[in-house]
């Protein structure tokens, strides 16, 4: 059948889209690799012969760095395009099932990968540390938390099903790029791994990236509660009911709000706030795999195979 | 102000008044600290801490069976937990505690700092400080044209922020929005848990199985309900009145047998068709992600399960027919448990009823696997069969106690005043004949659904706050606070030509995320050759 058909394809780019991404994280390491040699040259050696020795190194991890790049958009694109066709193999809106969620919500952080690195190229070296947690996260998406193509429940069959979730996914793929960039920042300050640690941008530079996702992030996974609430209120009859899963999108919430009343508040607006921050993340996290997998609740027909 | 320490009358030998002062001094430092935004970060700390053991423990208010199972399992920790509030974590008094004091907090911290803004939106942009250089934006650049039009070419540059000016200086600034949006943020919080707590003390929901194929229900007292939630402030006395008839129902399933579709046909009718008598019913199609919306109360469909049909024909001719639901034990076979209990008719002595109570229990499968012992093996209506032992005896209806319809009392299987007087496998149409005649017959089976009714006042508050909290926070967090100014310095050249030295700086006031790439736009702009 047809349907079938899509559905093979759209599991095969998706293994091809890993692929892709692991390529270029190899590239990334490959480039952050390159670049020490550099500048371990540069420490050590010092005097005139500095240069001599800078410039061929450069170029190379701006080489390797380019085509990680270049790599991660092409995984980007299969993708989405693997995304797309999962929809049409099943005929409805492709977030039904802990296997689709995790695609959608590792895209949406690509994608913001791509975009913050359009606005300040500096930050490339960090291309490595954002992609290894989305490389994690498909791998396990691809094989612990599979499911096939296929209709969902009649709870899930709803408008708001599209645009709470959608936006979840959204904001949660948002997310992960401040909760990478804040723990690289605590490396950074922490002053440990100082030859590692040196490749990347500077404390400075992380903090912002971190603060500006974190505050498109915050907001548009406010309104996904919100929406969540609406259908809820749809479907359950009641539009809040502690359900664990909404419980611990509230706990995400209030961390969220704690990160920027720390941002605001003196004596925490570095590393306290930056822990804030990851806190927040992993509490997402927890939310999408412990929630959905270990405590069972009114969302738990995440369509785990089993 | 009351702030100022108040300085006591010279001479005055009053002994109380240290001791007032101290009180007000203690009762100042607290408020204080408990409105600062250190205090803020705690409690909402807290706030998460407190509301994690609602997800990680089984709560009473989502399932008692799962708090039953966590006695039995760790017996040594769950009565501690129990007293102290850890299976009703929402409504424990620590949970309240730790939010009300952040909303105290919240109403302290953001009330002042309303009136704040309020005067602040009146006030002047502040005067331009002496050293521009010391800001974090500065520049300086030379305009080919003499301070007048210079001043003009800044003015026009600088529509839309608040400015004031004098001969030779600018100062403005934008984004009081960011506040604004702030302040409306925090208060729509305030609103939004007043419309929760309303929703909590005036509303209620109940839960209702109707059987399909005409079954009614009517919004009239909490005993028409099978569960029954109420508000604090609920009695059941005022609910909103309203019938519901519900005419069919269907399911679609998968080959799977995953449930596809759940819909009722239903028809209701509304306080104002009943006051006027109004005897037709307004058809609906009620399904999930579909609720009945009526004024004040809603109506959803909740769950299905099916009752079977069952007649006997009692020895002397009488017949008699029942159906009652049967509990649905697996939801993705849909097979289901119960009981069909009889009273022989026209037996009045309570000596014999108690030896000709008739009770069919058992299990009804919608898909038998068929077999001597039967299971469902699909959700929907294919094979129907009932695997049923007939009890006779004393079903102890008499002893004034309730009793589950889906059960018999055990106590009277085991004491021997309810024995089984056949066991069989019944598909629609069987009957089978007891050892006195009496002819039991399996007719068929009808579906039942599970409607809850809610009635929540405050919802509509809570959705108009959020909305505004929503705005709120967009507007605070993409709005930056930011000032600008410029200072004029007019110069002749040698060459006798007017120009003026233009001195401009920069400051965001509220966070560390940039103002940078605006800054440089409005120098480049300002400083632009042409023109
Ligand atoms: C239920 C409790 C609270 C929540 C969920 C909350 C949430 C937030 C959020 C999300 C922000 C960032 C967005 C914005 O700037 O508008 C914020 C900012 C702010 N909050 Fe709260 N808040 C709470 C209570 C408080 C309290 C009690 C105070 C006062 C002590 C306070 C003072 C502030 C201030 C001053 C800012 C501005 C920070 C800045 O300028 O960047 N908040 N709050």
């Known amino acids: 059948m047809v349907l079938t058909d899509l559905a093979l394809y759209s599991d095969r780019l998706y293994m091809?889209?890993?692929?892709?991404?692991?390529?270029?994280?190899?590239?990334?390491?490959?480039?952050?690799?390159?670049?020490?040699?550099?500048?371990?040259?540069?420490?050590?050696?010092?005097?005139?012969?500095?240069?001599?020795?800078?410039?061929?190194?450069?170029?190379?991890?701006?080489?390797?760095?380019?085509?990680?790049?270049?790599?991660?958009?092409?995984?980007?694109?299969?993708?989405?395009?693997?995304?797309v066709l999962r929809g049409l193999a099943a005929e409805r809106w492709p977030l039904g099932n802990m296997y689709e969620f995790t695609s959608a919500i590792t895209l949406a952080a690509m994608v913001t990968w791509i975009v913050m690195l359009r606005r300040t190229p500096s930050m490339r070296p960090v291309g490595m540390f954002v992609l290894f947690p989305v490389v994690v996260l498909l791998f396990l998406g691809g094989t612990v938390l599979y499911a096939p193509a296929q209709p969902v429940m009649p709870a899930l069959q709803s408008y708001w099903l599209v645009i709470h979730v959608t936006t979840?996914?959204?904001?949660?793929?948002?997310?992960?790029?401040?909760g990478v960039a804040s723990l690289l920042f605590l490396l950074r300050r922490s002053g440990k791994l100082p030859e590692f640690?040196?490749?990347?941008?500077?404390?400075?530079?992380?903090?912002?990236?971190?603060?500006?996702?974190?505050?498109?992030?915050?907001?548009?996974?406010?309104?996904?509660?919100?929406?969540?609430?609406?259908?809820?209120?749809?479907a359950w009859g009641r539009f809040w009911g502690w359900d664990p899963k909404e419980t611990v999108a509230f706990v995400a919430w209030v961390v969220y709000a704690a990160y920027l009343h720390a941002r605001a508040t003196a004596g925490w607006r570095a590393e306290r706030a930056a822990w804030i921050n990851v806190l927040g993340f992993a509490v997402m996290i927890f939310n999408l795999f412990f929630i959905n997998m270990?405590?069972?609740?009114?969302?738990?027909?995440a369509g785990l195979p089993g | 102000m009351a702030t100022q320490t108040p300085t006591r009358p010279h001479g005055s030998p009053d002994s109380r008044a240290p001791r007032a002062r101290l009180a007000w001094v203690v009762l100042r430092n607290a408020w204080r600290s408990l409105t600062s935004m250190r205090t803020a970060l705690i409690l909402l700390f807290l706030l998460a801490v407190a509301a994690l053991p609602g997800a990680l423990l089984p709560q009473r208010s989502l399932n008692q069976t799962l708090v039953d199972s966590y006695f039995t399992q760790y017996p040594w920790l769950a009565p501690t937990l129990d007293r102290l509030g850890f299976f009703d974590v929402f409504a424990s008094p620590w949970f309240a505690a730790i939010y009300l004091l952040l909303m105290i907090s919240l109403v302290g911290c953001v009330l002042p700092r309303a009136w704040e803004h309020l005067k602040g939106l009146r006030q002047r942009p502040v005067a331009v400080p002496t050293n521009l250089a010391r800001l974090p934006h500065h520049d300086e650049f030379t305009l080919d044209m003499d301070a007048d039009e210079a001043a003009t070419r800044i003015r026009t540059r600088l529509k839309g922020w608040?400015?004031?000016?004098?001969?030779?200086?600018?100062?403005?600034?934008?984004?009081?929005?960011?506040?604004?949006?702030?302040?409306?943020?925090?208060?729509?919080?305030?609103?939004?848990?007043l419309g929760f707590a309303a929703g909590k003390l005036y509303g209620y929901e109940g839960q209702v199985i109707v059987q399909a194929g005409g079954g009614q229900f009517c919004n009239t007292g909490i005993l028409g309900y099978d569960s029954f939630r109420a508000g604090l402030r609920v009695d059941g006395t005022n609910l909103d009145p309203f019938c519901v008839k519900v005419d069919s129902f269907t399911a679609d399933y998968l080959a799977n047998g995953q449930a596809q579709s759940f819909d009722a046909a239903i028809g209701y009718q509304t306080r104002a068709d009943l006051d006027a008598g109004v005897t037709t019913?307004?058809?609906?199609?009620?399904?999930?992600?579909?609720?009945?919306?009526?004024?004040?109360?809603?109506?959803?469909?909740?769950?299905?399960?099916?009752?079977?049909?069952?007649?006997?024909?009692?020895?002397?001719?009488?017949?008699r027919t029942g159906q009652t639901q049967w509990n649905t034990v697996d939801p993705t076979t849909m097979l289901a448990q119960g009981t069909q209990k009889f009273a022989r008719p026209g037996v009045t002595d309570e000596a014999q009823r108690k030896l000709t109570g008739l009770a069919i229990t058992g299990i009804f499968a919608p898909t038998s696997s068929g077999g001597k012992v039967i299971t469902s093996v699909f959700p929907d209506l294919r094979d129907p069969e009932v695997a049923v032992?007939?009890?006779?005896?004393?079903?102890?209806?008499?002893?004034?106690?309730?009793?589950?319809?889906?059960?018999?009392?055990?106590?009277?299987?085991?004491?021997?005043a309810l024995k089984r007087v056949a066991r069989v496998n019944l598909v629609p149409g069987q009957s089978t004949t007891l050892d006195d005649g009496t002819v039991v017959t399996f007719d068929g089976v009808q579906r039942w659904v599970n409607l809850q009714v809610s009635h929540d006042p405050g919802q509509d508050y809570v959705l108009a706050f959020a909305i505004l909290l929503l705005l709120g926070l967009f507007s605070s967090l993409t709005i930056r606070r930011r000032r600008f100014w410029a200072r004029l310095t007019p110069i002749t050249g040698d060459d006798g030509v007017k120009r003026t030295v233009v001195e401009i700086g920069g400051l965001a006031r509220t966070d560390r995320a940039?103002?940078?790439?605006?800054?440089?736009?409005?120098?480049?702009d300002l400083a632009k050759k042409d023109d």
Do not use: C
């Open chain 1, 16 to 83: 091809a889209a890993v692929a892709v991404y692991v390529l270029a994280m190899v590239l990334h390491g490959v480039e952050y690799a390159a670049e020490r040699a550099s500048k371990q040259v540069l420490v050590g050696a010092g005097g005139p012969d500095v240069e001599v020795e800078e410039a061929p190194a450069r170029p190379r991890s701006e080489r390797y760095g380019r085509m990680a790049v270049s790599l991660t958009v092409l995984g980007v694109g299969l993708h989405l395009v693997s995304i």
């Open chain 1, 168 to 178: 979840i996914s959204i904001a949660s793929g948002l997310l992960l790029v401040p």
């Open chain 1, 197 to 234: 640690a040196a490749k990347l941008p500077s404390a400075d530079v992380l903090d912002r990236l971190a603060y500006r996702v974190t505050i498109i992030g915050f907001p548009l996974y406010t309104f996904a509660v919100i929406a969540g609430a609406i259908w809820a209120e749809a």
């Open chain 1, 294 to 301: 270990v405590v069972a609740g009114l969302h738990s027909y």
């Open chain 2, 162 to 193: 608040r400015r004031t000016e004098t001969a030779t200086t600018f100062s403005a600034e934008k984004g009081y929005l960011r506040e604004a949006g702030n302040l409306v943020f925090h208060l729509s919080l305030i609103g939004l848990l």
């Open chain 2, 281 to 319: 019913w307004r058809p609906f199609p009620l399904a999930v992600n579909n609720p009945l919306r009526l004024d004040g109360s809603r109506v959803y469909l909740q769950g299905n399960g099916y009752a079977p049909r069952f007649t006997v024909t009692f020895p002397d001719g009488q017949k």
């Open chain 2, 389 to 416: 032992d007939v009890l006779r005896g004393d079903l102890g209806l008499d002893d004034g106690r309730g009793q589950s319809i889906f059960q018999v009392d055990q106590s009277k299987i085991d004491s021997g």
């Open chain 2, 514 to 524: 940039g103002y940078g790439e605006e800054f440089d736009r409005l120098r480049a």
